[in-house]
């Protein structure tokens, strides 16, 4: 079993920038691929980035790929969200999540996901 808490979360304007953590309890967290979601008001939970448990390779979604970067630190059993060039459609309750399966390619989809932190909110004002 795994616990995630995120934090991190704030208000702030278009342009800033914000930093995202989420701690995990539990011993297997190095051998877990770790990710990021959101859900926006009113949308459905949407992939962020993820970062591989084996070789930190990291993947992201489009409309955050060059502002956002996903990192761990296994040793600390944390992984973080540096998130720049914040914008208004940023906006959402971030979710960290935790895949336990060995995976060829590093998994997007949120039904993949086994344990769930309870979400940090990030509101980017324009």
């Known amino acids: 079993q795994v616990q995630l808490v995120e934090s991190g979360g704030g208000l702030v304007q278009a342009g800033a920038s914000l930093r995202l953590s989420c701690a995990a309890s539990?011993?297997?967290?190095?051998?877990?691929?770790m990710g990021w979601f959101r859900q926006a008001p009113g949308k459905e939970r949407e992939f962020v980035a993820a970062?591989?448990?084996?070789?930190?390779?990291?993947t992201y979604a489009d409309s955050v790929k060059d502002r956002f970067t996903i990192s761990r630190d296994n040793a600390k059993n944390m992984v973080y969200l540096q998130m720049n060039s914040l914008k208004p459609e940023d906006t959402a309750v971030y979710f960290c999540?935790?895949?336990?399966?060995?995976?060829?390619?590093?998994?997007?989809?949120?039904?993949?996901?086994?344990?769930w932190g309870q979400g940090t909110q990030v509101t980017v004002s324009s």
């Open positions: 999540a935790a895949d336990r399966a060995f995976r060829l390619v590093t998994s997007i989809v949120e039904y993949e996901y086994d344990y």
């Open positions: 970062i591989s448990w084996s070789d930190g390779r990291t």
């Open positions: 539990g011993r297997t967290f190095s051998s877990y691929t």
